[in-house]
């Protein structure tokens, strides 16, 4: 069975090469996607590899943000358009595998017909968070955590708590008035346009995941349609 990996990846050139070069075999192909803010180029062991292919889209992702499945969708793309069968797997740079690539091989044919990912109702695993599909989130800078997390309220509000910082030290750059006023309007503008709730059910879980080419297929087909 053919394996596809799916590498996000930041920092640490070395580790990245030995995460492929232990994941390596005759039936691996490596796709793999650099954060566009990060000053990791693409090792030069790698590079040069049949089997190895670095996105030429490259994306600045933020930790929480859509920008991940952002990057997440250009590798499986590219993985279905070059290889479009097998087995599609995400993973880290950061990561290492703990079992042979035979046992992996042996893994995946027996449960040659299963997805692996997690997804449980939203309520269930983020019941405290349930802003994240209510309000809307402008990213302040690049880094982890600086968002403004714009609320839908109604025009009685309009004036009162309309904004909420994600950090506390970026209240007072709000207060600075260091953001563009242009922003700040445009996010006013957004929040009469939320749905209250989403078209369908909601579910989350972890990023990673293991799937079939039919399921990605038809993955990339619903986005395309």
């Not at 035979?102 to 309520?123: A, V």
Request: proline share 4%; with cysteine; net charge positive.
């Amino acid at each position: 069975m053919k394996k596809s990996y799916l590498i996000l990846a930041h920092k640490g050139p070395e580790q990245l090469t030995r995460l492929v070069n232990a994941l390596s075999d005759d039936n691996s192909w490596f796709f793999i996607h650099i954060d566009a803010k990060s000053s990791m180029g693409e090792p030069e062991g790698l590079s040069k590899r049949k089997n190895v292919f670095f996105l030429r889209e490259s994306i600045s992702c933020i930790w929480g943000d859509f920008s991940i499945v952002s990057a997440t969708l250009c590798l499986l793309k590219e993985a279905d358009r070059r290889i479009g069968t097998g087995r599609y797997i995400l993973i880290s740079g950061q990561d290492y595998p703990l079992a042979s690539n035979s046992t992996i091989s042996e893994f995946f044919l027996t449960h040659k017909d299963s997805e692996f990912l997690e997804c449980r109702p939203f309520e269930e695993i983020w019941s405290q968070q349930r802003y994240r599909i209510e309000s809307y989130r402008l990213n302040i800078t690049q880094n982890r955590g600086e968002a403004l997390i714009v609320h839908p309220i109604g025009l009685k509000s309009l004036f009162s708590e309309a904004f909420q910082i994600r950090k506390r030290p970026w209240r007072n750059f709000l207060a600075n008035k260091q953001i563009d006023v242009s922003k700040k309007l445009y996010a006013l503008g957004l929040i009469f346009k939320r749905r209250q709730e989403p078209p369908i059910p909601v579910f989350g879980g972890s990023q990673w995941f293991a799937l079939t080419a039919e399921i990605t297929i038809e993955i990339l087909r619903f986005l395309k349609n």
